[in-house]
């Protein structure tokens, strides 16, 4: 939920502003004002109130407009929208910083898309720092690759956050060996009212790294956007990088993060029923007008049998942004121990360079692996 002031303009229209701002069910109503207020009333409201959106009737024409400009000077990232401006006035409105324009007579769902694109205007643009992580399908290993990129990560001296939004099918409880308790779901359900200690009374602080885990509660409230939208805002500038576990399928709230983040990496395996999933998964994107040069692969589960990176970067008509070697026994061992995975294995060298990647960091070449160390590979290759 939005928290929300309302500035009404003339007793015709206040009703039916009054009842479509209700019915999105996507704002609370924090203040609600008959008319346009003077400048010293306006800046306690706003400074006091620290509203996430406005609303003014412009029916009052120039007292409104004025209005309207004083909350710009005011507040310029503060989104205001505007019911009622005249074909003539509408360029005007948008000048003086409108974020959109609404109909008072016009439906819910309407007003719905005019927040959504007024909150999106003003705040959420790409983050630098947020990436998402989407597996082709169940069981393509995206967890692991989430973890351990993250550990890898903290290695490295940065302040990680992992959000699970798998929210029903989630196992990075089951491998960090813990049993969440509030998480995602408390968070997001919070989201409109979320502080620091909310935040950290739902973390697991866990090798260095911050985790938000799913709970997998089938009571909880599913989110929308806006909670994805305002966890988001909340914990971006806390963090040097935060990597989002999504489920296979995306939908309606978590598009949000597939329209904030950096990079989208679909994880994939080299197994046919994982690789034509991961075509889907592509052209899911694509729907969602996710431009090529944000989209990365990712192939996990590769071994000296496989197709060559090349060859699978063709068939998905891009490169393959990073693969990590078969190592099942070190996961097993990972899992079964809720520890990082070994850090002489090639897979743990592949996590760390992957994570010095996404951070921005220049890490040396790790030395040459030892006879023994190759032996170790080749049996595990072998009994994967």
Known sequence: MFNAVVILGSAESAPLIRSVVAATGQVTVMRELPAPPGDYELSRIIHSLLPDIVFIDLSPGHAALQCMARIRELSP??????????????????????????????????????????????????????????????????????????????????KVLV????????????????????????????????????????????????????????????????????????????????????????????????????????VCTTELPSLKLNEQRLVELGRLNVPDERIGLLVNRYSRTSPPLEEIGQTFGRKVAHSFPNDYPAVAQSIREASPIRSESELARAFNAFAAALAGVEIAPPPPLTLKDRLKGLLNLASA
Not at 176 to 188: E, M, S
Not at 200 to 215: A, E, K, P
Not at 252 to 262: D, G, M, N, S
């Open 163 to 266: 959000i699970d939004a798998d929210l029903r099918s989630s196992v990075l409880g089951f491998m960090l060996g813990v049993t969440p308790v509030g998480g995602t779901q408390a968070v997001l359900q919070a989201a409109s009212n979320l502080d620091a200690f909310i935040l950290r009374r739902n973390l697991t602080q866990q090798h260095g790294v911050d985790f938000l885990l799913s709970t997998r509660s089938l009571d909880a409230e599913l989110p929308e956007w806006i909670n994805y939208f305002q966890l988001l805002n909340f914990v971006l500038g806390s963090y040097d990088l935060i990597l989002v576990d999504l489920p296979e399928l995306i939908n309606p709230a978590t598009v949000e993060v597939i329209r904030r983040a950096k990079t989208i990496f679909p």
């Open 77 to 158: 990232r503060l989104p205001v929208i505007g019911f009622g401006a005249s074909p003539e006035a509408r360029l005007l409105v948008r000048h003086l910083g409108a974020a959109g324009l609404a109909a008072p007579d016009g439906s819910p769902d309407e007003l719905r898309v005019t927040i959504r694109e007024a909150m999106e205007a003003v705040h959420g643009g790409i983050e630098e720092h947020l990436y998402a992580f989407l597996p082709s399908k169940a069981g393509s290993g995206c967890s692991t690759v989430v973890l351990h990129t993250a550990i890898a990560a903290a290695a490295l001296q940065k």
